[in-house]
């Protein structure tokens, strides 16, 4: 039979290697199976039934949801140089899991999830070729692997291999012209054999993760700070960089969006942070491109210390915040930039063009500061027009290159809607359809450090402004609009580890004070994705005695069946915590016989996740769920892509049969159809994110229309829309600057009959707002002086604080209490120390992390110190600037003040030096 080579996905860490490795065959360790009944070694973990070693594969069925298999113990010198392939066929639809270990030290035995490489198998039962690229050598030896085949179908492996490749001495280069060749760059995978023609390294891409690699390096930690490239494509939407470093385990890739305008520009990608100074850079991979059959011409690739290149600015957004604009009233025009080159751009004019009928209430032309590299810069004008109408806007900015540099923007100007004031919102006029809908709502808004990270992405701004989701007049404008384009109920993100809460403020201080809660109901979604062992019998006796005293009750609360539903985000770290499927049945039982005895029918429990395959959703039935449904529903998109960036029209495309196979496995389960509301979360994770492009309002509303199609069809009536206001994942119909009321409007004329529609109302249509919050003043010191006042500290997790007495105090309640800061702009070159001053009731080891616009918070961007647990203030100062990670602008800090639970502690002062 043929073998269809496919290679695992780029974009998961440690899945490519070193250019002659595709070429290599020197076998470090292999199992064929070609021999009847001889499994070579490998030995079955559980959950595989018919196994068997026959006809010259390793075959067998999985039927639960963690299938395992172990290979012998074997003594491999880890290289950075190898890889190892698996021929491999399955009807399972699940990831593949292969797991390796130096160690056998450890709860499961030294595997572990930073040892390990998924990746989607094909689930046709035909036979293929994975390769995956570890980068393992970091660990020295690899002394075992295991290797766990996809959940609920048959497997037959044909032979597995660990391949050496060439040893080949490495270069201290870190700069490439392509004048004389291709300087030992090599196609990895999905890309054509590079050419150089007038002094360009020339490509064709063969799919959505091409890669072109370097030739193996020994580039000095402390000079990989950035890497840039200067190159020219034809298509695509991002490309990507991947690094392997000395003491990294696998690669990790960084993304970053592309000018595919066939013009050359220069791409400044800052490379992760190195684990130590004495780190080096082994390899470096580029994807320029991520769409199948676009050309790439790259005059330059270098690794440095300071980005290079010209500078460039890009129009990153330019148009109206305002999301719906009203003609004779002043509309907000923005226009933000960014400057892609190395070098300041200086001099720069930006000039705001109107048509006839509008005019701009100030200076069209504006001067701008200079613009350092990667600074975003805002430049804000104020129109107004006399009549409705679409307005053409244009934007030139002058001053930098030979051309200006120009973009447009139609905007629609209506006439304000004829509304009696009131003195308050009007009453909202709920339409309703056949099906009860419902969104998830996350409760993330309560300060302006909340929003800072969204106000680089103007387009995301809510109609609402950058409001106080504390505040019942905004949540009233919610319930209003939600009851007006047929949704019914909201499935509020609920935060609660053992007694401790958080993210409670737009349901205990605004949805609770509000109006017109009686149009809209809500239900908790229980985000316990809670650290290990925080779950147990008396814990979860005391969150449903929470449930039905302060919850249940209310008329608001909303039912299936005439029992207060309660929806899970992981019912698995239910089950790990206490021991397995039973003890976690006696827990759902116990809430059940708690809701009867307090006068109710009981509970009705939905499950997130853990109903990925057919065993887990008896599993899941077994427990005492009657239902599953999930947050987002774009994994089958994802998969078929290939690549972290996909467009929605794959999401809505791949949608019906989402719900099909979730109805087809439910073993007994309801299912509630999920409409997807994207998701792109560069806000959180910079570039490291899945992105999902081109969503549109006509898109959405086709899957809204398919989704109350299906559900109907199969005489369901719950339907699920993703997100209202994940702003910060790019999951949001709100009304927002971006797409005003369209999302909402499409989902009304999916879901909802034709009729005489209530009209879209905005706060100052009605003379209500503004509801922004006051702007950020950025520190690089915290005093904590004034009583209650945290000066943008913000608790994020097993901890509570309060300011008094010229302190913050805490106490911990967990064994991962953060506090995190974004009230922090600061350049990592200016101030290179940090001072705290403390007291602990206990000995421990505190820890700073932070992160920049380019980079998260991790590990490797931390220090830790010894507090001892004297009670008494002490002063520390932390030498930042020793760790190479300190570097780029710090938009981020973190605080960890200690590792345990009951720990108590007040924090003086913290200043940056």
Known sequence: MKACIGMVGAALVGLLTLPALGKAKSIAAQWEFDRDGDYEGWTLGGQIVDAAVAGGTFRGRTVGTDPITFGPLVELKAAPTQRIEIRMKTTGKTDAQLFWTETLEGKFGGFSQEKLNAFPAQPDGQFHVYRIYPFWHAVGKIIRLRFDPPSDGEFAIDWIRVIDGPAVEPSSAASWQFKAGAQAWQPLQEISEPTVRNGLLEAASQGGSPILLSPPLAVPGERAIYASVRMAVDGGKSGRVYCATRRRIGWEPTGFPLRADGKMHTYNIELPPLESPDDQVLVLGLTPTDLRGAGARIESIEIGEHPGGPPELEITFFGSTEGVCRAGRPTEVLCVLRNLGGSAAQGVTATLGVPKGVQVLGAAAQKLDPVPHAFRKTVSWSIEAAEPGSAELTVRLDGIGEEPICARQSIALTRPPEVPQSGYIPTPQPVRSELEVGAFYFPGWDSMSRWEPILSFPERKPVLGWYDEANPECADWQIKWAAEHGIDFFLVDWYWCRGSRHLEHWLHSAYQKTRYRNHLKWAVMWANHNPPNTHSKDDWREVTRFWIDRYFGMPEYYRIDDRPAVFIWAPGNVRNDLGGSEKAAELYALSQQMARDAGYKGIYFVAMSSHESDSGCRQLKSEGYEAFTSYHSFQLAHRRAGSDRFPYADVVETSPEVWREADRRASGLAYFPLVDTGWAAEPWHGDKTITIFDRTPELFGRACREAADYAKTAGKRIMILGPWNEWGEGSYIEPCAEFG?????????????????????????????????????????????????????????????????????????????????????????????????????????????????????????????????????????????????????????????????????????????
Not at 777 to 805: H, M
């Open 741 to 913: 009321f369209r999302h909402l409007d499409a989902l009304r004329d999916a879901v909802c009959d034709s009729g005489n529609f209530p009209p879209n109302l905005v706060p100052k249509d009605v003379g209500r707002g503004p509801y922004d919050l006051p702007p950020i003043e950025y520190r690089t010191a915290w005093q904590f002086d004034t009583q209650g006042d945290s000066e943008g500290w913000i608790v994020n997790g097993d901890l509570k604080i309060q300011v008094r007495d010229g302190a913050l105090e805490g106490e911990t309640t967990g064994h991962d209490p953060t506090l995190s800061t974004q009230v922090v702009r600061v350049e990592a070159s200016q101030l290179r120390r940090l001072s705290i001053r403390m007291k602990s009731s206990a000995a421990a080891t505190a820890q700073f992390f932070w992160a920049t616009k380019r980079s998260r918070a991790t590990e490797a961007t931390s220090v830790s110190f010894k507090v001892p647990g004297d009670g008494e203030f002490h002063d520390y100062t932390l030498d930042l600037g020793k760790n190479a990670a300190w570097r780029g602008q710090v938009t981020y800090l973190r605080f960890d003040p200690a590792g345990a639970s009951g720990v108590r502690f007040a924090v003086d002062s913290i200043r940056l030096e």
